[in-house]
């Protein structure tokens, strides 16, 4: 409904306007049976019929889809009422609806099924139905469907009030919460069962390993446990010799362990001398070694350099490889530092470098833009500073902002000098075509207006934005729109040969198209932006048309001239054209349009054309020129012939236009 701009009561379900009457509820189960399929149907008005088709014809529905088309339906006045003992007298149709006589008639037609109250009468109809939802169709075909029951008010479609089955639906719901809710708790009691066999089961595997029942007899290792605790318990009260050699004992492992201390400390302590001792040996051959590579004076030197630096340092051999690393660090800092230093101001010359370069990109064009490069332009500077140049920067320059403006103004009024002759030539060529005939009741117009392509746009309102106002002539004025001119043109015309044939091309300027009008009052029947939608043949008619008026304005055939007498008279300008494979790919009324164009435009034509289109331009010819190769190519010949005699031979003889050649 969303994708087609429609509103739901624009293509409604059957079952939304069909009802059970209320006093006809015992059949209700029975005749949702009957009409379910007719109900999950679809209706769709004759006026969105077609654009109904082409949406679902084009999308994937992911289901079935079963639709009618509707078309308007007269009430019949004369029509009997309803069999109340029949379907459609039982079932109600929404009353202010636009399908309502379309479903009433659909009712009538397809489901006037007797509703019987027993089984006799049910046997003798030809199509009848029960309560309990028995259907016989016709034909010998019964059927019933007991899937669900047949009061379940939850699976009814019929009805434009859905309030009972909303209320059967949240009842099933209920039911069905309540029954889920069940089953959860019978679930969860079940979960406890079987985590409570899970528990024994493993219990009674880890039982299982022990193979004897030693291993698990805890009381009787307790009472001997036991047993021996007193019998030390006895042992101790009874004897006191014991317990002073048991404090002598203990007093004398104390010492030892103290005695042990003292021995593994000095031990260490000895190592450490000892590695000590080899340190400071290897350090001071080290140091010895180091010492021979340099020189006394470079010493000396280093010494008076860094003199207060050496004074913060103790300088003994217990510090000189910490002393080392610390001088280490500060001089590379002061490494690190200047180098920065030179970094900066070389990346400071670059810069300088660019800038210049950006400048005066002609004076530069040679010159690199890295460090290296410098002493080319400091080379420049002299040459500068020798010359004087800066003495003469003013004048020079307000010379060439002066003269940059001026050329600008210039370029200007050409594009738009070009743009009108443009517009005058269309003029011109107008008149041409206004004389010609495309139709027996229309002329062609070719029509001009100005483009509106942004780019083009944004590149004459730069013309217009750069020239500023030219009243104003000062110094500062010249400079500032040189700057304008310099950045919003010149560097774009450098930048990009695309853009720059873009906008210098004033034919670009303008977007043409064609107006075909009736001669009669000047009404435009049709406009032509382009020749797509066209079929061939009307595409060379119209590419004929413009052609000849073309010819016309070249030639100057729509112009007058004054003669002897005074009196304007038409140009007798040059008129020959030579058209090559003429009218090869045309069929013959084009060609024959051609040929009358050119005819009325009084033109001298040479004709370059398959023989199979002569019998097209007999008519418009004066001479025929038949031209044929030698096999081997080495020369032509050419056989002319008056079209007179051409016709009269044709006539008398029936010869083909190849024995006439030969």
Not at 457 to 485: M, N, T, V, W, Y
Not at 541 to 554: D, G, M, N, R
Request: glycine share 4%.
């Amino acid at each position: 409904i969303q994708s087609l701009n429609l509103a739901e009561s624009d293509l409604p379900f059957t079952g939304e306007l069909l009802q059970v009457r209320s006093e006809e509820k015992d059949w209700e189960g029975a005749i949702e049976r009957l009409l379910r399929s007719f109900g999950l149907c679809l209706l769709v008005p004759e006026a969105h019929y077609r654009t109904v088709n082409a949406y679902v014809n084009k999308t994937d529905l992911r289901g079935r889809l079963v639709y009618y088309k509707v078309t308007p339906v007269d009430p019949n006045p004369t029509q009997r009422a309803l069999d109340p003992n029949q379907v459609p007298g039982k079932v109600q149709v929404k009353q202010d609806d636009v399908f309502f006589e379309w479903l009433r008639s659909r009712l009538t037609q397809q489901f006037n099924y007797v509703c019987c109250g027993d089984i006799e009468q049910f046997q003798r109809e030809k199509r009848a139905i029960t309560q309990s939802g028995l259907i016989k169709h016709g034909q010998g075909r019964h059927e019933k469907d007991d899937r669900s029951r047949i009061g379940q008010r939850s699976h009814y479609i019929l009805g434009w009030d859905n309030a009972d089955k909303i209320k059967a639906l949240e009842a099933d719901l209920k039911a069905v919460n309540q029954q889920l809710a069940k089953i959860n708790k019978e679930i969860d009691g079940l979960e406890g069962k079987r985590s409570q066999r899970e528990q024994q089961k493993s219990w009674l595997q880890d039982f299982m390993r022990f193979d004897d029942f030693a291993v698990i007899d805890w009381k009787s290792a307790e009472l001997a446990h036991q047993a021996l605790i007193e019998q030390k318990q006895q042992l101790e009260a009874s004897s006191n010799k014991l317990k002073q050699l048991e404090a002598q004992l203990e007093a004398i492992q104390a010492e030892m362990t103290q005695t042990n201390a003292g021995r593994d400390q000095a031990q260490l302590a000895i190592g450490r001398f000892e590695s000590y001792q080899q340190d400071n040996l290897k350090a001071q051959t080290q140091c010895q070694k180091l010492l021979e590579k340099v020189s006394t004076e470079e010493v000396e030197a280093f010494e008076k350099s860094q003199a207060k630096k050496l004074k913060t340092y103790d300088l003994s051999l217990e510090t000189i490889i910490s002393d080392e690393s610390a001088m280490k660090d500060f001089l590379q800092s002061q490494l690190r530092s200047r180098e920065q230093k030179r970094d900066t101001v070389q990346n400071d010359i670059v810069r300088c470098l660019i800038r210049f370069k950006e400048a005066y990109r002609e004076e530069t064009l040679e010159f690199g833009s890295n460090y290296k490069d410098l002493p080319e332009y400091l080379k420049l500077q002299q040459q500068i500073a020798k010359d004087d140049l800066p003495r003469h920067e003013k004048r020079f320059k307000q010379l060439m902002n002066e003269k940059v403006v001026m050329a600008i103004s210039m370029f200007k009024s050409d594009l738009e000098k070009q743009e009108e002759e443009i517009e005058s030539a269309i003029y011109d060529i107008n008149e041409s075509l206004r004389r010609i005939a495309y139709t027996e009741a229309t002329y062609i117009e070719l029509c001009c207006t100005k483009t509106k392509h942004r780019e083009i746009r944004d590149f004459k309102e730069s013309l217009r934005s750069c020239l500023g106002d030219a009243a104003r002539q000062s110094p500062e004025d010249q400079e500032e729109r040189f700057q304008r001119i310099r950045t919003q043109l010149i560097e774009r015309f450098k930048e990009s040969d695309r853009w720059t044939k873009l906008v210098t091309d004033v034919r670009n300027w303008l977007d043409f198209s064609v107006s075909e009008r009736y001669r009669e009052d000047d009404v435009e029947k049709e406009h032509h932006t382009d020749s797509s939608g066209k079929s061939g043949g009307q595409k060379v008619k119209l590419a004929y048309t413009i052609l000849a008026s073309v010819i016309a304005y070249q030639f100057g055939l729509t112009q007058t001239e004054a003669s002897s007498n005074g009196y304007l008279t038409e140009s007798r300008s040059f008129r020959f054209v030579v058209i090559d494979e003429a009218f090869s790919r045309s069929d013959d009324s084009n060609a024959r349009y051609a040929m009358e164009l050119f005819k009325n435009l009084d033109l001298q034509l040479l004709v370059i054309t398959p023989k199979d289109k002569i019998n097209v331009i007999e008519p418009y010819i004066d001479n025929l020129h038949f031209v044929s190769n030698s096999p081997a190519g080495d020369y032509s010949q050419v056989a002319s012939v008056s079209i007179e005699t051409f016709q009269q031979k044709h006539r008398q003889s029936g010869l083909s236009e190849s024995s006439i050649e030969s």
